[in-house]
């Protein structure tokens, strides 16, 4: 039996039956992205398009579909739709935090924001945001509940991020809660929801829903790791980026709160331009006892999402969700 591989989301389908499933569904889901966005106004569909067209990995309706399968039966349409709920909120979020962030590249093409405005950027947001509580009320009020529960976790967390923890607050806990709501709740939706429109029990539902949520979190510091670790030859991307865009991920958080006075704590101080001081601070915190504490937290997020596997039946559909708990490890070696 052939194992075929997502490739950068970490699935490993060793059932070819599973793989052509899932591939299937995320065909319909493409299908269906491009036909929500269609619009007489041609503008908001040209930005719209802009991101749908630039790809992606497609990650959170690849949780969506996957989870269905636990289920003996799924209602297929329903979760097609879920999982175009999940991936249009996504893309809105990338619109919105553009604008925030004043990025000028997404996807390897200029950014909404930079491509037109950020004006236009945040109202592009606004429209498919639009289009997936549309989407989502043809599914019931559980589900628009749900969302409507994650949209404001999505918030919270960029609004969290964005004001940095309040004095007296632990940034470790803080950024930890951050990159849950950022990262965790949304992933965590498109996990439930797929189980949610199958014949799986609520015990099920709720250990992929955690699942989710705690894989989740766990790419993102899987990134932390990679943009310090990791030669770009390597990783395809540029060492350094949150060095030069001053933002503090968890090993530059782990290295301050254990050496809060020194050279690399100056360095974190603020955003590094100089390539120089980029590199210097590089190579302190690849020695440093923050990155091996950051290692050590992204092994106790997969040990702890493949914990919540084992209320799950074995078979193809949960080796695939393993693949990925050890794929965030993996590759940050």
């Given amino acids: 039996m052939t194992s075929s591989e997502r490739a950068g989301t970490g699935f490993r389908f060793a059932d070819p039956v599973l793989a052509e499933v899932v591939q299937a569904g995320l065909t319909e889901v493409e299908e269906l992205l491009h036909k929500v ?13 802009h991101l749908v067209d630039a790809g992606g990995k497609r990650i959170r309706p690849l949780f969506t579909i996957l989870s269905a399968q636990f289920g003996s039966t799924w209602d297929r349409e329903a979760v097609i739709k879920a999982a175009a709920v999940v991936e249009l909120t996504h893309l809105a979020t990338l619109y919105h935090d553009d604008v925030m962030d004043e990025a000028t590249m997404r996807r390897g093409a200029a950014s909404a924001n930079a491509k037109w405005d950020n004006s236009i950027a945040i109202l592009t947001g606004d429209y498919l945001f639009a289009h997936a509580s549309a989407l989502v009320a043809d599914l019931g009020t559980r589900a628009a509940r749900i969302i409507a529960e ?3 976790e999505l918030v919270t967390g960029q ?4 004001m940095g923890p309040r004095d007296g607050e632990d940034p470790i806990a803080h950024y930890l809660t951050t990159i849950a709501e950022k990262t965790g709740s949304l992933i965590a939706t498109a996990a439930r929801f797929g189980a949610m429109f199958s014949d799986t029990t609520p015990a099920q539902v709720e250990a992929l829903r955690q699942y989710g949520e705690i894989i989740g979190a766990a790419f993102q510091i899987s990134d932390d790791v990679i943009d310090i670790a990791s030669p770009s030859s390597e990783s395809g991307k540029t060492p350094g980026t949150d060095l030069r865009e001053g933002v503090k991920t968890l090993p530059m958080l782990y290295a301050l709160a254990d050496e809060p006075e020194s050279r690399l704590a100056a360095l974190l101080a603020e955003p590094l331009s100089d390539d120089a001081e980029v590199e210097e601070a590089l190579e302190l915190l690849r020695s440093s006892s923050g990155l091996a504490r950051a290692r050590a937290t992204l092994d106790d997020y997969a040990a702890r999402a493949r914990a919540t596997l084992k209320d799950l039946p074995s078979g193809v559909a949960r080796d695939a969700l393993e693949s990925v708990s050890e794929y965030v490890v993996t590759r940050t070696h």
């Fill in 150 to 152: 994650t949209f404001s």
């Fill in 37 to 49: 966005v269609q619009s007489e106004f041609h503008p908001v569909m040209e930005t719209s398009l």
């Fill in 159 to 162: 609004m969290r991020e964005t």
